[in-house]
C-alpha cells in the first residue's frame, strides 16, 4: 500500500541545472519511475518556460520554473490558458536583492491581474540566506503570505536556511525545497516539523544535516511525516531515480 507521507514528494528536476538533461532524454527516464512500484512518490516533472512549448499535451504534472522576473510571469500565465498541458506549479524567482519586498509585490500584482487556473500552486523563490533574515526578505515574505503563495528554497544546510523555514512557517506560507537526494528530501520534511514542533532554529538546522535522524523519525512516524506534508509540499532532484532507489534501500513504511 502506498505510503501517504511519501505521496509525490520527490519532483524531477532532470532538465533544469546542475544536471541540465535534453528535453527528450529527461521525459524518456521519467515515464517508467512513474509507473514504477515507487511511482507514488513522484511528483511534478520541472521545466523552463523554454522547454514547455516542446511538452505534449497530457496529464503529467509540470512545474513550470519562470527564467525571468514578473514580466515573464504574465506571459507564462497567459499562454496556459489556452494551453493543454497540465501545469500545477509555476516557480519563479526574486533577484533583486536590493528590493525584494518591491518584486514580491509584482509578482502578487501579476498575478491579480491575470486570470490563473484555480489548481495552480505559485511558489516564489528568494536568495539563500547565509545569516539572520534580512528587513526587505521577510518584508517579501509578508507581501507573499498576503496572497497566500508558497516559497521556493534552496536545500542549503546551515543557519540560514533554518531561518527561512521559521520565518516562512509563522507566515503560515507552503514550502517546496531544492535538493540534490533523498537525504535532502528527507531532512528537509523532518526540519519542518521540528520548526512546527517549536523546537527552535538550533535544532531546526541540525535536522537539515541528520539524515539518520529523518529517516528514524519518519519510521518511527509516519503519520506525523504524512501531516507536515501539508507545509513541506515537494523537494526536487536532480536524479530522480538514484533518490527512487535510495529510498528503496532504506525500507521506509
Same mark, same amino acid.
Given at each position: 500500500?502506498?505510503?501517504?507521507?511519501?505521496?509525490?514528494?520527490?519532483?524531477?528536476?532532470?532538465?533544469?541545472?546542475?544536471?541540465?538533461?535534453?528535453?527528450?532524454?529527461?521525459?524518456?527516464?521519467?515515464?517508467?519511475?512513474?509507473?514504477?512500484?515507487? !511511482?507514488? &512518490?513522484?511528483?511534478?516533472? @520541472?521545466?523552463? /518556460? =523554454? +522547454? *514547455?512549448?516542446?511538452?505534449?499535451? %497530457?496529464?503529467?504534472?509540470?512545474?513550470?520554473?519562470?527564467?525571468?522576473?514578473?514580466?515573464?510571469?504574465?506571459?507564462?500565465?497567459?499562454?496556459?490558458?489556452?494551453?493543454?498541458?497540465?501545469?500545477?506549479?509555476?516557480?519563479?524567482?526574486?533577484?533583486?536583492?536590493?528590493?525584494?519586498?518591491?518584486?514580491?509585490?509584482?509578482?502578487?500584482?501579476?498575478?491579480?491581474?491575470?486570470?490563473?487556473?484555480?489548481?495552480?500552486?505559485?511558489?516564489?523563490?528568494?536568495?539563500?540566506?547565509?545569516?539572520?533574515?534580512?528587513?526587505?526578505?521577510?518584508?517579501?515574505?509578508?507581501?507573499?503570505?498576503?496572497?497566500?503563495?508558497?516559497?521556493?528554497?534552496?536545500?542549503?544546510?546551515?543557519? !540560514?536556511? &533554518?531561518?527561512?523555514?521559521? @520565518?516562512?512557517? /509563522? =507566515? +503560515? *506560507?507552503?514550502?517546496?525545497?531544492? %535538493?540534490?537526494?533523498?537525504?535532502?528530501?528527507?531532512?528537509?520534511?523532518?526540519?519542518?516539523?521540528?520548526?512546527?514542533?517549536?523546537?527552535?532554529?538550533?535544532?531546526?538546522?541540525?535536522?537539515?544535516?541528520?539524515?539518520?535522524?529523518?529517516?528514524?523519525?519518519?519510521?518511527?512516524?509516519?503519520?506525523?511525516?504524512?501531516?507536515?506534508?501539508?507545509?513541506?509540499?515537494?523537494?526536487?532532484?536532480?536524479?530522480?531515480?538514484?533518490?527512487?532507489?535510495?529510498?528503496?534501500?532504506?525500507?521506509?513504511?
Amino acid at each position: 500500500m502506498p505510503a501517504p507521507w511519501r505521496h509525490a514528494l520527490l519532483d524531477d528536476a532532470a532538465v533544469l541545472p546542475p544536471r541540465g538533461l535534453l528535453l527528450a532524454r529527461a521525459l524518456g527516464a521519467h515515464a517508467p519511475l512513474r509507473r514504477g512500484d515507487l !511511482g507514488d &512518490a513522484v511528483g511534478g516533472f @520541472a521545466v523552463t /518556460d =523554454r +522547454e *514547455l512549448s516542446h511538452l505534449r499535451s %497530457g496529464d503529467l504534472p509540470v512545474h513550470l520554473r519562470v527564467t525571468g522576473g514578473a514580466g515573464m510571469l504574465e506571459a507564462a500565465l497567459r499562454s496556459l490558458a489556452t494551453s493543454d498541458l497540465a501545469v500545477r506549479r509555476i516557480e519563479i524567482a526574486l533577484r533583486d536583492e536590493a528590493d525584494l519586498a518591491h518584486n514580491a509585490r509584482r509578482v502578487v500584482q501579476v498575478l491579480d491581474v491575470t486570470d490563473a487556473p484555480d489548481d495552480l500552486a505559485v511558489h516564489v523563490a528568494l536568495p539563500v540566506l547565509t545569516g539572520e533574515p534580512t528587513a526587505g526578505w521577510l518584508g517579501a515574505l509578508d507581501e507573499l503570505a498576503a496572497r497566500e503563495l508558497g516559497v521556493l528554497l534552496t536545500h542549503a544546510p546551515g543557519p !540560514g536556511t &533554518a531561518a527561512a523555514i521559521e @520565518a516562512a512557517l /509563522d =507566515r +503560515e *506560507l507552503p514550502l517546496a525545497l531544492l %535538493g540534490e537526494g533523498l537525504d535532502d528530501a528527507l531532512t528537509a520534511l523532518h526540519a519542518v516539523r521540528v520548526a512546527l514542533d517549536g523546537d527552535g532554529p538550533a535544532a531546526v538546522a541540525a535536522a537539515l544535516t541528520d539524515a539518520d535522524a529523518a529517516v528514524a523519525w519518519v519510521r518511527d512516524d509516519p503519520d506525523a511525516a504524512r501531516r507536515t506534508r501539508r507545509w513541506c509540499v515537494s523537494v526536487a532532484v536532480p536524479d530522480l531515480g538514484a533518490a527512487l532507489d535510495d529510498l528503496a534501500a532504506r525500507d521506509l513504511p
